[in-house]
């Protein structure tokens, strides 16, 4: 059975740090590109940010360039996602999701809640 957990979500000032983690299991981690997305209110869901399982190749949204990192740990089964200078803008459900590079099927986390807000 396939899971995504994600955590590290929460409220954070403008400004501040966040970094989310998703947990996967039951399936071949090392060899699925890991991606974040994330849904504000309102708001079509975007992509945020993708790692591929071959060298680690990246790819980001404009909005989070030199902000946002993606980083993976196929010992811990882990994608990470390093969220700095975040804005209000920021503020949505992030929620990773998981596909083979064939992208025939996907998974989903349940998703965390991110507030920037002071």
């Known amino acids: 059975q396939v899971q995504l957990v994600e955590s590290g979500g929460g409220l954070v000032q403008p400004g501040g740090s966040l970094r989310l983690s998703c947990a996967a299991s039951?399936?071949?981690?090392?060899?699925?590109?890991m991606s974040w997305y994330r849904q504000a209110p309102g708001k079509a869901r975007e992509l945020v940010a993708r790692?591929?399982?071959?060298?680690?190749?990246?790819n980001y949204a404009d909005s989070v360039k030199g902000r946002f990192t993606i980083s993976r740990d196929n010992a811990k089964n882990t994608v990470y996602l390093q969220m700095n200078s975040l804005k209000p803008e920021d503020t949505a459900v992030y929620s990773c999701?998981?596909?083979?590079?064939?992208?025939?099927?996907?998974?989903w986390g349940q998703g965390t809640q991110v507030t920037v807000s002071s």
């Open positions: 999701h998981a596909a083979p590079p064939s992208m025939l099927v996907s998974y």
């Open positions: 039951g399936f071949t981690f090392s060899s699925y590109v």
């Open positions: 790692i591929f399982s071959a060298g680690g190749t990246t």
